[in-house]
């Protein structure tokens, strides 16, 4: 096949899987000037718990076929969460033992939890030429940052301190004290900010969506 027809298969592809659209959006990276399909992109989101990062990465990744890469946590499962889909659920024995083992991409304590990345995970779907957006701690981020230097950061947070607490209390999840240390990490988390590629102030979940979107695709 030469390259034109290669070229053809590969945007062929992509409209399928976008739906029809002319939109070069498929999760498959494009191919470098000699035909071969490259490695995919690592997109990493953070910001504070309440900030809505996981509402709409999950809906981005659902509109652009992108895996969100699935973390590991020591957490207890919240209602509706579902082991190998929303995380991996591990015990803390189970999850330092990785740890010794070396097969974390990262890994963090957060909020007392630990949480992690598997590093097969994150290979596996970049070799295939998948871009991949990963949900994670700032703790985490810096460290793949450092890592991987093409990974591209994209903090989330609100407009102000009050519609996170607003938020924080409307999921109905945590007690007192855990809403109250969340605030407080918040404003530690805040001051990350700077070192982030790009920051959404999410006030509406379709716009925080499109801009997400715009820059994958930038």
């Not at 592809?13 to 490695?39: D, H, Q």
């Not at 982030?196 to 930038?218: G, Q, R």
Request: aromatic residues 8%; contains cysteine.
């Amino acid at each position: 096949m030469n390259r034109g027809n290669l070229w053809n298969s590969a945007r062929t592809l992509a409209t399928l899987v976008v739906g029809g659209s002319e939109i070069w959006i498929s999760p498959y990276s494009l191919k470098n000037k000699g035909g071969f399909l490259m490695k995919g992109k690592l997109f990493i989101v953070s910001g504070p718990s309440g900030s809505g990062k996981s509402t709409v990465t999950k809906l981005v990744k659902d509109r652009l076929n992108i895996p969100l890469s699935i973390s590991a946590t020591t957490r207890k499962p919240r209602n509706g969460e579902i082991d190998g889909k929303d995380y991996f659920f591990l015990t803390k024995e189970t999850f330092e033992q990785k740890i010794k083992n070396d097969e974390f991409y990262e890994y963090a304590n957060v909020h007392g939890n630990y949480y992690g990345t598997l590093k097969e995970v994150v290979e596996s779907n970049l070799n295939k030429g998948l871009n991949v957006i990963l949900e994670i701690d700032v703790q985490g981020a810096l460290i793949a940052k450092k890592k991987k230097n093409d990974a591209v950061l994209v903090f989330f947070r609100t407009k102000d301190m009050e519609t996170l607490e607003k938020r924080l209390r409307n999921r109905n999840t945590d007690t007192e004290e855990v809403i109250q240390t969340r605030l407080k990490n918040a404003l530690k988390e805040m001051e990350y900010e700077k070192k982030y590629d790009y920051t959404i102030i999410n006030n509406d979940i379709e716009e925080s969506c499109k801009e997400l979107i715009n820059i994958i695709n930038s």
